[in-house]
């Protein structure tokens, strides 16, 4: 059973800093990779969507990265800004699956 | 603009009370699914439905109905809820060229009482 872990569960940081957010799956058997924003009482932004022979993604100031084998990806976030508060949630699509299975989220704040 | 919306937003209601939440979108897409998300538990799929008149169960599918009679529309349907399905839902289309990138309505937040 494809299981997926996001750590930490809540970061902050000052303006302008660069971070890391990491997400790490069980089963390297996957369609695809895809990195979500949920704003408080909002839906899901998809952010960036990375195909299983993919390694990476950009999008902006927004980079994912995918290694199938060793069942991790990461989201770099260069600059950050108190608009990117927020938590982001990775999923992945199990191979021969119709579903997403999802982290439980990073809770990120940017302090001005 | 590609767009996915859930009609009500919220939706406060009793016991046994039959409710449907509409899901209706207007990319063209085959792929269309259901979510709740509870804290703790995060989003976990109820049904979904890969085109007109299929649909399957997804890991959560208990005291819930779907209907697919149209490619745009995806009711989801509580025909007796019950207050352990209060939580929040969310609709999900995917296909296209993309991969079936998913993308997701606004949500729609339902306390059963």
């Known amino acids: 059973k494809q299981e997926v872990t996001q750590i930490p569960a809540a970061l902050s940081v000052p303006e302008g800093e660069n971070l890391v957010l990491n997400c790490s799956f069980t089963?390297?058997?996957?369609?695809?990779l895809q990195w979500f924003r949920q704003d408080p009482g909002k839906g899901l932004t998809s952010l960036l969507l990375?195909?299983?022979?993919?390694r990476e993604q950009t999008s902006g100031r927004l980079n994912a990265s995918l290694d199938k084998s060793s069942g991790r990806s990461t989201l770099y976030i260069a600059a950050s800004q108190p608009g990117d508060s927020a938590t982001y949630l990775c999923?992945?699509?199990?191979?021969?699956?119709?579903?997403?299975?999802f982290g439980q989220g990073t809770r990120l704040t940017i302090n001005p | 603009e590609a767009q996915v919306t859930q009609n009500p937003r919220y939706l406060i209601t009793v016991t046994g009370k039959k409710l449907t939440v509409t899901c209706s979108q207007n990319?063209?897409?085959?792929?269309m699914s259901w979510y709740r998300q509870d804290p703790g538990l995060g989003l976990r799929q109820i049904y979904y439905?890969?085109?007109?008149?299929?649909?399957d169960k997804g890991d959560v599918p208990e005291g819930y109905k779907v209907s697919r009679k149209e490619k745009r529309n995806f009711p989801l349907i509580l025909e007796s809820p019950s207050p352990n399905q209060t939580s929040l839902y969310f609709c999900?289309?995917?296909?296209?060229?993309?991969?079936?990138?998913?993308?997701f309505g606004p949500g729609t937040r339902l306390t059963v009482t």
């Open positions: 999923a992945v699509r199990p191979g021969g699956a119709q579903k997403l299975v």
């Open positions: 089963d390297s058997a996957i369609y695809n």
């Open positions: 990375i195909q299983s022979s993919q």
């Open positions: 990319m063209n897409h085959e792929y």
């Open positions: 439905s890969m085109n007109v008149e299929v649909t």
């Open positions: 999900a289309v995917g296909g296209g060229t993309r991969g079936y990138e998913q993308y």
